[in-house]
């Protein structure tokens, strides 16, 4: 397997990818769909993170003969019974509003005890080859959320999210540190074995 | 048991509850917490339905010195893993703002089949009398959630739910006739026999 392509038009997700899969010894260059013309879009449609990972990679490599790797992720809060999930990033009701969709959140548990803020990241990653195989992987990061937001590194809950181990929230933490411990970075290393095979 | 404190500051619920109450046959006056001074208000901390009714009945019971129901009812849609919930009162974010809750839970749910908008209300009654006695009752209403308001009865998520059974949303069904099927009086009716008792 020489070429991937990562079912997104974020170009820096496919510059992530690739810097992970170096580092891991992978000789491998990840395209984005960015790269291909009449890639269709797909519609988030399935009811769990590795439903909507596989319907992505699956679309992508029907639409490009290519294997293609498609991950899905957001942040699984306890008091919610795991919601905000695959909603994440469109919890507020439109996609992409981070602010609208971290304050909503924030909101909505502004009577819950400290206690009781508890909360994973999580991260599935779906690879589809044309041959047929499928595969899943999985990264979690647990910690627990707090009511103010501090930090501008990352994106989404970020500023709002303290990992088990830390002070910081993970949107103080550098790329390098969150990589290396984010459900993003436990996913994409649990992909190395299966793309190097 | 010849008097009862309602915890709630709706005198309309008040009425209703003497109301099915009365239809059972139980002789029994049932005021609301608008009729004493000094009840406190209680913040709804709880993390279920019955922890929160349970609070608040025995706050009021505490109060009052009488015997004190306390209900607590929502929500609770599949997709979002029972949620709202014990927060469908705020859903949104701010207490009581029927439409926004509304509008926001058709956003969350835009990309969701039909096929998997089904819902369930549910009302948790708490009954606790000053000898330190604790009863729970329970009752569920399961249906649908549907994409256009219909009917204006009712409160609450009322105008997008549909009954199992029905066609209509519960917001085009009379009081008698929601009464008949709903969470709160299906739960009302199991308090009878404790009330009796």
Chains 1, 2 share one sequence.
Request: proline fraction near 5%.
């Amino acid at each position: 397997m020489r070429q991937l392509v990562l079912a997104s038009r974020n170009v820096k997700k496919a510059v992530e990818m690739q810097r992970i899969l170096g580092e891991a010894g992978l000789d491998i260059q990840v395209l984005s769909v960015a790269d291909f013309d009449g890639v269709p879009e797909v519609a988030e449609t399935g009811a769990t993170f590795e439903a909507n990972a596989l319907l992505k990679a699956r679309a992508v490599c029907a639409a490009t003969g290519l294997p293609a790797v498609a991950d899905d992720s957001g942040i699984c809060v306890d008091e919610l019974n795991g919601m905000p999930g695959i909603l994440s990033a469109r919890w507020a009701g439109r996609h992409g509003d981070d602010d609208a969709n971290l304050q909503l959140l924030l909101d909505q548990l502004a009577d819950t005890p400290d206690e009781r803020l508890g909360a994973q990241f999580r991260c599935v990653i779906a690879l589809v080859t044309p041959d047929g195989s499928e595969h899943v992987v999985e990264g979690e990061m647990p910690g627990r959320l707090v009511r103010e937001r501090q930090g501008s590194n990352g994106f989404g809950y970020d500023p709002i999210f303290v990992p088990d181990g830390f002070t910081q929230t993970s949107a103080e933490l550098s790329a390098a540190e969150k990589d290396a411990i984010s459900h993003r970075g436990k996913a994409l290393r649990a992909l190395v074995p299966l793309i190097g095979s």
